[in-house]
């Protein structure tokens, strides 16, 4: 079973960018595709990015592309995602997951991390 633990959210101004983090202890890191989902408030977590477990392959929801990206260290059992010209409507709580499969899909994530708070003032 991996734990996770997400890091490097915090409060940025429009247009500004900020790195999050998510390591992973307590089992095999390669073995997963990783993903990044995020929350805001009264809305559902939604989907943000995945990368496969070999790096090869990675996927991003539409509102995104081109601004976010994923990315993961294999040998430091980390995955990042470095979010660039960021707005308003980026503000939730990002939370990253571990999954056997390479998917979009929320219930096939089995192992979560706590979250962590990202808001983008305008």
């Known amino acids: 079973q991996v734990q996770l633990v997400e890091s490097g959210g915090g409060l940025v101004q429009t247009g500004g960018s900020l790195r999050l983090s998510c390591a992973a202890s307590?089992?095999?890191?390669?073995?997963?595709?990783m993903g990044w989902f995020r929350q805001a408030p009264g809305k559902e977590r939604e989907f943000v990015a995945t990368?496969?477990?070999?790096?090869?392959?990675?996927y991003y929801i539409g509102s995104v592309k081109g601004r976010f990206t994923i990315s993961r260290d294999n040998a430091k059992n980390t995955v990042y995602l470095q979010m660039n010209s960021l707005k308003p409507e980026d503000t939730a709580i990002y939370y990253c997951?571990?999954?056997?499969?390479?998917?979009?899909?929320?219930?096939?994530?089995?192992?979560w991390g706590q979250g962590t708070q990202v808001t983008v003032s305008s």
């Open positions: 997951a571990a999954s056997y499969t390479y998917t979009t899909t929320r219930s096939d994530y089995a192992y």
């Open positions: 307590g089992g095999t890191f390669s073995s997963y595709s």
């Open positions: 990368i496969s477990r070999t790096t090869s392959s990675t």
